[in-house]
């Protein structure tokens, strides 16, 4: 079973930032926090993953809180491209690495 | 990033026929890959996770028998679905794991997926 919590929808206006949250209260010390989204018919993309610090790429920040047990994806400039199903998993990392995937937050980019 | 190949993208076989689906690590090598079935509304169900080297190591329900996984090399593991019936009929999502063993900060990248219908 998934060991996090996402709304299961959100909506954000095109050139606004879209925070999604994800709520892992479970997660123990050596699990890691991992985002992927998967658009319509497509396979998941990778998006940004962390243990206990703030991460930020290309594409998103990852804001983890001190107590590890909630996450936000952030999106600075959502576009309507970023419309697609969010996942956020937690899992550890190396040998035992294992992506249980939930349902989800379906994210809608309004223009 | 790094690029996961699955070939085909979908593919129409008639029922009791067997499908073959492939999974390749473009620029890096793999040692494991999992594999992935997705209904239609629904999310991601792993059904097994591929070693290269060794068998697979299935999730509970998954037959092994009629989900054949062969992963002969560090960038190739294939999922053949044998006497496939339309309940099989669903999209088959394969991942490559970069980075493994005691480096503990890994990362999956997915295929493109495979639409598999059973007529």
Same mark, same amino acid.
């Given at each position: @079973?998934?060991? &996090? =919590?996402?709304?299961?929808?959100?909506?954000?206006?095109?050139?606004?930032?879209?925070?999604?949250?994800?709520?892992?209260?479970?997660?123990?010390?050596?699990?890691?926090?991992? /985002?992927?989204?998967?658009?319509?018919?497509?396979?998941?993309?990778?998006?940004?993953?962390?243990?206990?610090?703030?991460? =930020?790429?290309?594409?998103?920040?990852?804001? +983890?809180?001190? @107590?590890? !047990?909630?996450?936000?994806?952030?999106?600075?400039?959502?576009?309507? %491209?970023?419309?697609?199903?969010?996942?956020?998993?937690?899992?550890?990392?190396?040998?035992?690495? !294992?992506?249980?995937?939930?349902?989800?937050?379906?994210?809608?980019?309004?223009? | 990033?790094?690029?996961?190949?699955?070939?085909?993208? /979908?593919?129409?076989?008639?029922?009791? =026929?067997?499908?073959?689906?492939?999974?390749?690590?473009? @620029?890096?090598?793999?040692? &494991? $890959?999992? /594999?992935?079935?997705?209904?239609?509304?629904?999310?991601? $169900?792993?059904?097994?996770? *591929?070693?290269?080297?060794?068998?697979?190591?299935?999730?509970?329900?998954?037959?092994?028998?009629?989900?054949? +996984?062969?992963?002969? *090399?560090?960038?190739?593991?294939?999922? &053949?679905? &044998?006497?496939?019936?339309?309940? @099989?009929?669903?999209?088959?999502?394969? *991942?490559?794991?970069?980075? %493994?063993?005691?480096? $503990?900060?890994?990362?999956?990248?997915?295929?493109?997926?495979?639409?598999?219908?059973?007529?």
């Amino acid at each position: @079973d998934a060991k &996090t =919590t996402q709304p299961p929808s959100m909506d954000c206006a095109e050139g606004r930032a879209a925070n999604l949250p994800c709520n892992h209260s479970t997660i123990s010390g050596n699990e890691y926090v991992y /985002w992927y989204r998967q658009i319509h018919s497509q396979g998941p993309q990778y998006i940004i993953h962390g243990l206990k610090n703030n991460e =930020t790429n290309e594409m998103a920040s990852l804001i +983890i809180t001190e @107590d590890r !047990k909630s996450s936000t994806l952030i999106l600075p400039h959502a576009t309507l %491209r970023d419309t697609a199903v969010y996942y956020c998993i937690v899992s550890t990392g190396g040998s035992n690495y !294992k992506l249980t995937f939930g349902k989800g937050t379906l994210l809608t980019v309004n223009p | 990033g790094a690029v996961v190949s699955q070939h085909p993208s /979908w593919v129409i076989c008639k029922s009791g =026929t067997s499908v073959k689906i492939e999974c390749r690590s473009l @620029d890096f090598q793999a040692t &494991t $890959m999992f /594999w992935y079935r997705q209904f239609p509304k629904q999310s991601l $169900m792993l059904m097994a996770t *591929s070693n290269e080297g060794s068998k697979a190591t299935y999730e509970q329900g998954v037959e092994k028998d009629k989900f054949l +996984i062969n992963h002969a *090399s560090l960038t190739l593991s294939t999922l &053949t679905v &044998t006497s496939a019936h339309p309940e @099989d009929s669903s999209f088959y999502i394969c *991942s490559a794991l970069k980075g %493994r063993g005691k480096n $503990m900060n890994t990362e999956a990248f997915f295929g493109q997926g495979t639409r598999l219908t059973v007529v």
